[in-house]
Structure formats: structure tokens, C-alpha cells
């Protein structure tokens, strides 16, 4: 159970909360929608304009070198929004089948078009694929929207439907003192289980997962 950073991010994020400190009751039932809001409004409200920029290049490239991906592997990214990554996966092998699982219908309806295909609506707490069926299998940023116990049930549906255990790769919010966790509060919008990072390892260790992790930590501008 590795810690891992597969998007090269700073350890803590820097995000300026006045940005959210209007409106907020508003803004997180417009950001709970998942729609234009969320992806497409005002950064108020999500992430101010989710929009294709080669982001997700590096991170396919770290893929397929960590977990040995190739023409034959099956890959899933579980609350996949657009589907960025999976179309740069697509593009470094052509040849790959990957899937996209993600609640949003706006989300699936402005993907690249052949990426919207492979885009499957609906919950990680019941990923309607078989047993063992991915060869690697990520949810960053995703699984922390949830409640415990659903939080829970996704990180057992994950590991169900990837073959390796070991390739899996599963990013959440967390937090390391009384300071961030309110300062994250007051910038959160979708997330309903964050925990410190020993919290979340002694939930990964009562599941016996095996894959990698990473934090979620937002160091705030004041």
C-alpha cells in the first residue's frame, strides 16, 4: 500500500478561499448537481471551467509505466468527469480499452465524442463491470464525495473489478491539523468524508488494499 503521487502535485495545494466565502449554501447545491455549474461556471462553484489542456499527459505516462499497460490492458477511471485521461491514455496506446464511470450526464455529453462512448453513468459503489475485469483501475479525487460507508463500499467495488490489486491508485481530501480542516471546509463543495491521513490509512488497512494513495491537502492563501 504504497504512497504515491501519480499527478506530481505540490504535497499541500494552495487555493485562495474568498473565492468561496459568498453564497457558499448555493453554490455547494449547484456544485452537488454535477452539471454546468460544477464543470463550466464560476470557479465559485467548482472548478471555474474544465476545459482539455494536455494536464492528463504526464499522468497517463506514469500509468503506463507504474502498472505496465499495453495494447492488451483494460483500464478504468472511476469519477472520470470529462474524460481527459482516458482519451491521453488512448492516444499514448491506441489500442487500449478504457472505460470512464462518472454521475455526471453534462460531463459525459462534453467529452471528445468517441470519449463520451466509453463514458458509463453511474456510482462507485456499484461498478457495473465483472470481477477482475480491469488490469488497473483509478479514482482521484472521487470516492471522498461519498459517505463513509459509501466511501467504504467504492474502495471494495475498486478492488473487485481490478485484477491486480496493486494497481490501483485512489487520491482524497484529507487534512493535518484543527487549521486545515476548517480552512478545507470553508473551500470544499462535494465532499463529505475527509479524514486525516492515518484515518484514512487504518480504513485502507481494515480492507486490505494493496494499491496506491495520495492526499489531497490544501495548504490555503490568505
Known sequence: MPYYNLLGQPIKLTRDISLRSKNKSKNVKLALKFDYEYFDGDRSQGYG????????????????????LNSKSKFLDVG???GFLIYDLQNEIPSIETHGL??????????FKYIGERITLGSCEHIP?????????????????LNLES????????????????????????????????????????????????????????????????????????
Open 49 to 68: 471551467g474544465y476545459h482539455y489542456d494536455g494536464r492528463w499527459v504526464p499522468v497517463a505516462k506514469k500509468l503506463i509505466e507504474r502498472y505496465k
Open 129 to 145: 463491470f465483472p470481477d477482475d475485469y480491469f488490469d488497473a483501475t483509478v479514482a482521484i479525487n472521487t470516492i471522498h464525495n
Open 102 to 111: 462518472d454521475i455526471s450526464r453534462y460531463a459525459k455529453e462534453h467529452a
Open 151 to 222: 466511501c467504504t463500499a467504492s474502495i471494495k467495488e475498486i478492488m473487485r473489478v481490478t485484477k491486480n490489486k496493486k494497481n490501483i491508485f485512489i487520491q482524497v481530501d484529507s487534512y493535518e491539523n484543527e487549521e486545515e480542516h476548517k480552512l478545507f471546509e470553508q473551500w470544499m463543495l462535494t465532499a463529505k468524508t475527509y479524514l486525516m491521513p492515518h484515518e484514512w490509512e487504518n480504513i485502507f488497512k481494515e480492507l486490505n488494499y494493496e494499491g496506491d494513495y495520495f492526499w489531497t491537502i490544501i495548504g490555503f492563501g490568505k
Open 80 to 82: 472520470c468527469a470529462k
